[in-house]
Structure formats: C-alpha cells, structure tokens
C-alpha cells in the first residue's frame, strides 16, 4: 500500500514537471536557434514583464475555469479600463486637481491622480464583475453568452471613451508601476527575506503535522524541497539583477498569485470553487451557497482585469483603442496549457503562470528570430492543441 | 452443435494500477443457458465481461478465451468485433440518447440506407419488426425520454438482439426496475432462452438468479469460488461464497427506543417540475421521532424522493404545507438551510448527487463540515486530516489512503464516503435515498449496522429502500406511497410484503404484479 502512495504521488509531480521540462525545451530550443540572445539578462527580464499584464487575466481565469465556467470578456475589460485610467489622468483629473490642491508641487500632484485613478479603476473593474456575475450566477444565463456580450459591450465602452484617439499622456508615476525597477539592494533584501519564509514555513508545517501525530517525510526531503523553492527565487533575482533588478509588475504579479493560490488552497471559498466546479448538483445539496461562491468568482475576475488594465496603460503609457484585443485568448491558453480543465473542478494558478510563460516564451523567442507574425500565430495556435493533446492522452494512459 | 460449451475461459489475469482485478479465473458457459454471475462490488465481475465485449483488448490481459472454440483475440476498442462475433453487453448505465426515438436508438451506427440517405420507412418497419418478435410493448416511434427507465432497458436489450446475437450480456439490469417491470425482463429471458440465445446475466439480487439461471459463477476479489449448478444450491450457500463467511441474517437486530416526535409534517404538497400543474407530491401527513427509523416504500415515480427532497428544500418551489421541527414550525427554502437544522439527505444518485467524483475522499467527507475547521482566512488541514480519517475508519471505508481520488473507489465504498459526510455533519434526523442500491452484500449489511447505531444514538432516520425485504428488515413504522400520495403508514409487526405492495401499487387486493 505504502508503495502504491508513493508512486501516485510522484505521478502527480510528473504531470507539473512536465509542463516545466517543456517549458525548458522550449527555452533551450530557442536560445540555440537565436544564437543565445535569447538567454542575455535583458531579453529573459523583458520575457517576464511581456507575460505580465496576460498573467493577471490568466490567475483570474484559472478561478474562472474552475467553476466550469468561461470569461471571454477580459480582454475588452482590461481595454476598457485602460482608456479610463488614461482618460482619468490625461483630461479628467488635470481639470480640477491643481485647483483643489494648489499647495501641491507638480510631482506630488501626479502621485496623486496616479492613486485616484488606481482606485477609480479597481472600482470600474468590480462593478463590471458585479454586473457580469450577477447575471450568470443569479440569472443563470451561460457564462459563454453573458461574457460574448460583454466583450462587445466593453469594447464599445473603449471607442466611446477615447473617440477614436490614442489618449495621451499619463502620469511618471503611473509609467513606474508598469515600467519600473526596484532597487537592486531592496530586490536582495526581499530575496533573503523570501528565502528565510520558505525555510520557516517548511519547519512549521513539520510541526503542526507532528502535533496531530500524523506521518512526516523525512527532514531531508521537505529540506530538499524547500531548498528547491529557494534555489528557483535566488535565480530569478540574480538573473534580473543581472540586468536592471525586479521589475515592478513582476513583483505585482508574483504578490498576487501568491495570495490566489492561497485563496484557492487553504479557505472554504476556495474548497467550495473547485467542489463546485467538480459537481454543482452535489455541492449544492452538500448545503453550499454555489451562486455566491460563482458570484464572487466574477468579481475577483474584474478586479483583475482592472490590475491588469492599469498596468497596460502604463506599459503602453496611453490608453488606445486597441489595449487589450485578443487577450483573452491568451489568458485561456494560459489556463488550460496549465493544466485548467474547462469541464471545470481542476486547474492551478501555478500551471496558469507556466502556461502564460509558455506562450510569452514562444512570441518573444519568435520575435528574436524575426519570425512573420502570420506564423507566430499558427505556431501559438498550434502548441495549444498539442498541449491539450498531450493532457488528454496521458490520462487515457492512466485509466 | 460443435460443443456443449459456447465460452471457455482459461486463466484470465487482468491488473489494473495497484490492484489486480481478476486472477487466473476459468470457467465454462454452457450454450443456451442462462449463466449467473455473482460477487461484491469490486469481485471483478464487470471487469470480466468488460474483457468478453472487447472493451479490454487482448493485450491488456493474460489467459484466453475461446468462443465457440476458437480462441477470440479482440483488439484496442472492438465492441464493434465482438458485437460482429456474436456477444453483446448491456450496462448497468445505459447507453442510449435520450433524444432519439426508439427506433433510431435501436440502429443507432447502422441505420438502413439507400444511396446514403437513411431509408426510415425501413428502419421504422425493422424496428416494429424487432419489437413484436420480443413482445415488447413499446412503441416504435416514441422518444426514449419518454419512456420509464424499465422500457427504456428493453430497448437496450432489444438493441442488442437486433444484431444477431449468440450471447447476451446483463450488467445488473435491474438495479433501476420496478417489481412489475423486472418480472417482464424475467420472463424475456425465459423467451430469449428457448429461441437459443445464451445470456451471461449480473445481479445483486440473488433470488433473481434462483428464478431464472441454470448455473452460477462466484466470484470473490478476482478468484473464481466456485461454478454450481442452480438447482443444487441454495441463496444462503451463495451468499457464504460470496462473503468468504456464512451470512446468518440478512438485517441486523436493533436495540431502538424511539424517543419524542422530532420531525411533523402536515399536508405537504409540491407541484412536479417536468409537468407542470401535475403534483409531485399530494397532502403528505407523518411525524418522525428521535431514534426511530422510518421506512418509505413505494414503487420509481411513486414521489417518495421528490418528498425527501422537498423535506430538504430543494425541490421546486410551489410547495405547501407545513414542517414542524421539534416543534416550531420551520419552512426550508435550500439545502443549506435545511443544513442548518440539522437535516442532512444521502441522496438516490450518488455520482450525480452526492460525491465530486474528481476529488479525493478527504474532500468530499468534509465538504459539507468545513466551516468546522475553518475561520475566514484559512482551513487547518491537519484538523480536517484528523477528523475525516477518524470517520472513514468507523466506517471502514476501503481506500488506498484519504487522498485517493473517490471516482477510483468501488460503489459500496463511494456510499459510505457519501454517508461520512454526513455523519460528520452530526445530524438530527437523516435521510436516506434508496441507500443500498447496487451496493454488495457484505457492505449492505455494514451499512445497516451502522444505520441501527445511529438511531440507538437518537438519530430520527427516514430510509427510503427499492427492495421490500430491506424496509420490512430495518423499519420501525413504514410508509407507502402510490402516485405522490400517502397510502398507508405500517407498523412493523403488521407489515407484510404483501400488504406493501398492495399499497404501492394502488389496489385495495393484491393478485400480484
């Protein structure tokens, strides 16, 4: 029996380290036809901050799948409120700020409409998940339809608000979240820092489990384990150091599936999405409110479409009447090369992160190649079915 | 007539990943008769005529089989090859489209044509055709959606037999039948013998295969026990084969004392979902009391699952009358209310219903319970360990570990992690749907035990059950219902199966189905 638990354990593991050793195939393929460019410091940084502004799309998707359902409307969402957050700071805000704070230097004034439009934005982003929940939740109409809708709807929203223009131009500081760097001595700091919590956490999950008497690996493999955890955040820093330090997206992307994954993992909210999503009528007579849990799902979705929106506005440093098209998609591929099921019930933010690297990995090493953009498409288009292909049939294999 | 055996099996070993389903099994079906095969759940008597039908393919076991003396060799997914031999299989779950009409589903893959186009006068002719021949009752042109579960199992069957077939197999047909509807199924057999045609036939209920089989194969966890003749055998004798142990009573003896009245229900009457300005249920009056067990017998379609589901408040919601809980009068308008005031349902369907077949065991015991283990910011999971683990091994759930995914686990042990949940759940009065469907021997009779502790510990337990022997077996009173109305409630030493029936079916004299 003992041995029979191990090997399941570790197939488990395989099916995530397959999606690493691909992602290092892909990695290696590239970085051999591009003559190493592709592994400079520089492009590998570039490489993280390109798969940012999808990533966002990509956690709050995962959730999204989970419940078995589908939200094709992100992209024109994040577009969406891109063109506000540009509208906000470009015409809105420099109307009537300097009038109400006078007192105030032109920078701190910036800073200002910077974390007025963060707000407003985040604002816009969880009534649009409200609006869009509450219909599918309490309504009842199909996820597919209610979000098909609101990925017109918004889009009309862009071209109403920015009337055909790009709008320009936003503040400094808005340009620093999404174009930023932190200091390379903060960078280390937040690297030990990180290290020390990995190591601390691995000794009190020890712990615990020895106080409820249950069974614990040896010290060496959770030593192992955490270690590797260690291991893979000191390359990340050094590599990124190595050419200007963390960028700060990154850094919001990395703070934000990390509490995700929490969300997901360890509270009831996250139990009840994946049961539900798992099977709905059970979960429904197991005395679970299933249409609050899809309903919040929704709009957590928005508030990350409205990050994601942010960041993209100050990427681009404008709002345009493109921001966002397509992006969707991207977040769907994400999700399911992860290993996101859209029958709903399985899917991590982990696999979703990998996924969406996977997909940057692919547009940014075909870019460097000078590949033509019509067979970056087939390609992209392509590795997404393989992806599925590979998922389906090795569990055909298993059962 | 080259042989008097149509299959010999010889040394049939199938693994499965960490458990090995059938091991070295051999025996002998004879042609033209009517062969039990019996066994718990997990003995590896689907698995065997999985292997028969060509689900499995030659490769994916060891041993051979011959039919008609030559040795079958089925590759990779060959129903189709099997069915072309000669042998076809119908499922414990069917496997016909609820959209098509009856004919359409009999030639389902091999609808007559001319030209390419499909030819339906033909098709429909064939079909009358196939059904008359079988004396089937059923009409030709009806969707199958339409149809009772027990009509709908004969045009499986009729399926199956509209493609020249020597051996017919039945996986537990019937597990969804009425009485009636079991006796007509009999009694095809009986017709689909003496026209030649050799079944292989599966049940948990074993009088059925003292009606019907001439001989009978036991199967114990993938070893054959023995092969005997019908005739010389009895209903206990089998049952001790099947367990490993002689079986002395079939429903354990409770120790009860029903306390005061828990539950009051006056006049509850809910409209039927599908068709609307129809009852599902009429004026239901009963009271239930702390440490009673409760039976409610009644044919499928009776209304006695849309009343369990009403009680719990997920039925519809034109529902009338009044639910009294320990005396103040509630109304439940969810499951999760219902939840709240202690009711907890195991419901008929377990995979639909009553399990995230896609989760680990763990999961699914504490789903209901997590708040238990939680606060807003996180679950203490090695609380959750603890206390999932400390249920599953007062059930004796048999499971490689708590981390095992349910869907994995045989049907006896995925009821019992549906029953651990709510268990966990601590309720006042549970109820449970027709709990011992196509469950095994062995774990049935755990099951009541465990049922009998409960109601000693002063649970008020509501027991709906298919099978008469059981509500009479384990019922303090009994309720029956006919056509969504309360026909009578029973005593236990006044009931008889008798009585029961007359009451389910309807009629003041009972004469039999």
């Known amino acids: 029996m003992k041995t029979l638990n191990f090997i399941h354990k570790i197939k488990i593991d395989i099916r995530t380290y397959t999606l690493i050793i691909a992602l290092l195939f892909i990695w290696l393929l590239f970085g051999s036809l591009t003559g190493w460019i592709f592994f400079y410091p520089r492009n590998l940084s570039n490489l993280f901050r390109q798969m940012t502004i999808v990533s966002f799309l990509s956690i709050g998707m995962t959730l999204v799948i989970i419940t078995g359902n589908i939200d094709l409307s992100v992209g024109s969402m994040t577009g969406f409120v891109s063109v506000i957050a540009a509208h906000l700071q470009a015409i809105m805000l420099p109307k009537f700020l300097p009038t109400l704070f006078s007192g105030l230097s032109v920078e701190a004034l910036g800073i200002l409409s910077t974390i007025i439009t963060i707000i407003i934005c985040l604002l816009v982003g969880v009534l649009l998940g409200i609006y869009q929940g509450y219909i599918i939740a309490y309504l009842r109409v199909p996820s597919f339809i209610v979000t098909l809708g609101g990925m017109l709807i918004f889009r009309g929203g862009v071209l109403g608000v920015a009337r055909g223009r790009t709008i320009v131009p936003v503040e400094n500081s808005l340009r620093w979240i999404a174009q930023g760097y932190l200091p390379k001595n903060l960078g280390i700091l937040l690297l030990v820092l990180t290290i020390i919590v990995i190591y601390l956490m691995s000794m009190q999950s020890r712990k615990k489990k020895k106080q409820y008497g249950f069974e614990i690996k040896p010290f060496s493999y959770d030593f192992l384990i955490a270690s590797a955890y260690s291991a893979l955040v000191l390359g990340f820093v050094l590599i990124v150091n190595n050419y200007r330090g963390i960028q700060n997206p990154v850094l919001i992307m990395i703070v934000i599936a990390i509490l995700v994954t929490y969300l997901a993992n360890n509270t009831k909210f996250g139990r009840y999405m994946y049961a539900l999503g798992g099977n709905i009528e059970a979960t429904k007579l197991s005395g679970i409110n299933v249409q609050s849990v899809v309903f919040k799902v929704f709009i957590l979705m928005g508030a990350l479409s409205a990050v994601a929106g942010i960041v993209l506005t100050g990427y681009v440093a404008a709002g345009t009447i493109g921001g966002g098209t397509n992006y969707e998609l991207s977040a769907i591929g994400g999700c399911v090369i992860g290993g996101a099921s859209l029958m709903g019930g399985k899917g991590t933010i982990f696999g979703a992160l990998v996924g969406a690297l996977i997909m940057a990995s692919l547009e940014n090493g075909m870019s460097i190649m000078n590949m033509s953009v019509f067979w970056q498409y087939i390609v992209k288009g392509l590795v997404l079915i393989l992806a599925v292909y590979v998922d389906v049939a090795s569990k055909k294999n298993n059962s | 007539m080259k042989d008097e055996y149509i299959l010999r099996i010889e040394d049939v070993t199938k693994d499965f990943p960490g458990i090995r389903a059938l091991s070295n099994v051999s025996f002998k079906i004879k042609r033209g008769g009517i062969h039990g095969l019996c066994g718990e759940n997990g003995a590896g008597k689907s698995t065997l005529v999985k292997i028969l039908a060509g689900v499995y393919s030659h490769d994916t076991y060891q041993g051979k089989i011959y039919f008609n003396d030559e040795e079958i060799k089925f590759t990779h997914f060959s129903v189709r090859q099997a069915i072309k031999k000669g042998i076809a299989i119908v499922y414990q779950e069917l496997a016909l489209v609820p959209q098509l009409t009856v004919g359409e589903n009999i030639f389902l893959g091999r609808e007559p044509e001319d030209k390419g186009i499909i030819s339906w006068d033909r098709l429909f002719s064939n079909t009358k055709e196939i059904l008359k021949k079988y004396k089937l009752n059923i009409p030709f042109s009806a969707k199958l959606s339409t149809l009772s579960v027990g009509q709908q199992q004969m045009v499986e069957i009729a399926k199956a037999l509209s493609q020249e077939i020597k051996v017919l197999i039945l996986d537990e047909p019937t597990s969804a039948l009425t009485e009636a509807e079991i006796n007509f199924l009999m009694e095809i057999l009986k017709h689909l013998k003496d026209s030649g045609v050799t079944c292989i036939y599966i049940s948990h209920k074993l009088e059925e295969f003292f ?150 065991v763990f999961k699914n015991i504490s789903l ?59 309720p006042k009065i549970l109820i449970l749907d027709d709990p011992t469907r196509g469950i095994d021997v062995g774990t049935k009779y755990e099951i009541y035990k465990l049922i009998n502790t409960l109601s000693e510990n002063g649970i008020a337990i509501i027991m709906i059950s298919s099978e008469l022997e059981e509500v009479l077996g384990m019922s303090d009173r009994i309720m029956v219902m006919h056509e969504g109305k309360c026909t009578g409630i029973l005593d236990r030493k006044d009931a008889t199966q008798e009585k029961i029936m007359a009451l389910a079916t309807g009629s003041k004299n009972y004469s039999g189905v």
């Not at chain 2, 055998?233 to 142990?245: D, S």
């Not at chain 2, 003896?253 to 249920?281: C, D, F, H, T, Y």
């Not at chain 2, 369990?308 to 009358?321: H, L, R």
């Not at chain 2, 009294?324 to 939840?339: C, D, P, T, Y």
């Open chain 2, 211 to 360: 009606r019907i089989t001439d001989n009978i194969t036991v199967l114990r966890d993938g070893l054959v026990v023995d092969t005997v003749k019908t005739a010389d055998t009895t209903e206990e004798k089998v049952i001790a084969m099947m367990v490993g142990r002689e079986m002395k009573e079939r429903f354990p003896v409770g120790n009860r004392k029903p306390g005061e009245n828990i539950l009051e229900v006056k006049n509850l009457s809910a409209e039927n979902l599908s068709a609307q300005g129809k009852m599902a249920i009429k004026n239901i009056s009963f009271d239930l009391r702390k440490g009673e067990i409760l039976g409610i017998a009644g044919l499928m379609g009776s209304g006695r699952s849309e009343l369990v589901t009403t009680i719990f408040g997920e039925y519809g919601k034109q529902v009338n009358g009044e639910i009294f809980l320990e005396g103040k009068q509630v109304k439940i308008r969810s499951a999760r209310e219902a939840v709240n005031y202690g009711i907890s349902l195991v419901p008929e369907d377990r995979k639909k219903m009553g399990l995230v077949l896609i989760q680990e």
């Open chain 2, 368 to 426: 209901p319970n997590i708040r238990k283990f939680s606060n807003a910011l996180s679950i203490d999971k090695n609380k959750e360990l603890k206390e999932c683990k400390k249920y599953a091994d007062y059930l004796t759930i048999k499971t490689p570990s708590l981390f095992t995914i349910t869907e994995s686990l045989s049907g006896g042990n995925q009821q019992k992690v549906v029953i651990a949940k709510w268990l966990m759940s601590t």
